[in-house]
């Protein structure tokens, strides 16, 4: 085993385990102004949160939220919040600083998807957009190679690029071969939607669908 390829199964492992995901969930995070932390006002602020998330993940149609069996689901919003907090900021009103409040609710992605495909949103009845947008938030799984990575500060920008990334759910690495590390990546939506996400990252696309069998897509680190 060459030192690249020793350091490389031992070390990026690691570092997709430690890697944090806290930037994955944007999709599932509503914020909604508020005037107070009272526990009443909290229950109205995390429907109006849902309501974002069920908009969003059906494509921007507001008039999804008219429907009977959509409006009983937010009105449970507080069975899908995963966490939520309070945020400040400062606004000039008239010339006069203003502190507005809002709380940022974070919800279950595995739950909301769930409560979305249940709803029937994408189903028979519903329109084109909404059904595609449901299918891009149903749950899959591919295997990359990411060649390019010599040392553990490429290895870091990697895990670093999947991180962020808010359609990567998990990233494990599966084999080091070379200079490179295969690995299993469940993301949200189709795999090409992941490669046009990849395009402003430290990751470049080198074959969207390479002949190896078992590999969906070869990637590389961009050099620095």
């Given at each position: 085993?060459?030192?690249?390829?020793?350091?490389?199964?031992?070390?990026?492992?690691?570092?997709?385990?430690?890697?944090?995901?806290?930037?994955?969930?944007?999709?599932?995070?509503g914020?909604?102004p508020?005037?107070?932390?009272?526990?009443?006002?909290?229950?109205?602020?995390?429907?109006?949160?849902?309501?974002?998330?069920?908009?969003?993940?059906?494509?921007?149609?507001?008039?999804?939220?008219?429907r009977?069996?959509?409006?009983?689901?937010?009105?449970?919003?507080?069975?899908?919040?995963?966490?939520?907090?309070?945020?400040?900021?400062?606004?000039?009103?008239?010339g006069?600083?203003?502190?507005?409040?809002?709380?940022?609710?974070?919800?279950?992605?595995?739950?909301?998807?769930?409560?979305?495909?249940?709803?029937?949103?994408?189903?028979?009845?519903?329109?084109?957009?909404?059904?595609?947008?449901?299918?891009?938030?149903?749950?899959?799984?591919?295997?990359?190679?990411?060649?390019?990575?010599?040392?553990?500060?490429?290895?870091?920008?990697?895990?670093?690029?999947?991180?962020?990334?808010?359609?990567?759910?998990?990233?494990?690495?599966?084999?080091?071969?070379?200079?490179?590390?295969?690995?299993?990546?469940?993301?949200?939506?189709?795999?090409?939607?992941?490669?046009?996400?990849?395009?402003?990252?430290?990751?470049?696309?080198?074959?969207?669908?390479?002949?190896?069998?078992?590999?969906?897509?070869?990637?590389?680190?961009?050099?620095?």
């Amino acid at each position: 085993m060459n030192p690249a390829t020793a350091l490389l199964r031992f070390a990026f492992p690691a570092l997709l385990a430690l890697a944090p995901l806290a930037h994955a969930q944007s999709l599932y995070t509503g914020q909604v102004p508020v005037n107070s932390q009272s526990d009443a006002e909290r229950g109205e602020a995390l429907k109006s949160a849902l309501a974002q998330v069920v908009v969003k993940l059906t494509g921007g149609d507001n008039a999804v939220l008219a429907r009977p069996n959509v409006a009983d689901a937010i009105a449970n919003a507080a069975n899908y919040v995963q966490q939520y907090q309070y945020a400040q900021e400062v606004a000039t009103v008239d010339g006069k600083p203003q502190v507005r409040l809002s709380l940022v609710a974070q919800f279950d992605r595995m739950a909301v998807d769930k409560l979305v495909v249940d709803l029937g949103l994408g189903q028979a009845g519903a329109s084109p957009q909404v059904a595609q947008a449901v299918a891009d938030t149903r749950a899959q799984t591919f295997h990359v190679r990411i060649g390019g990575l010599t040392s553990a500060i490429d290895y870091a920008r990697a895990v670093g690029a999947l991180a962020r990334n808010e359609l990567v759910r998990s990233a494990q690495a599966e084999r080091a071969r070379g200079d490179g590390v295969e690995v299993r990546l469940d993301i949200t939506g189709p795999l090409p939607r992941l490669l046009d996400s990849l395009a402003a990252s430290p990751l470049q696309i080198d074959n969207a669908k390479p002949p190896v069998e078992g590999i969906d897509a070869l990637l590389s680190l961009r050099p620095q």
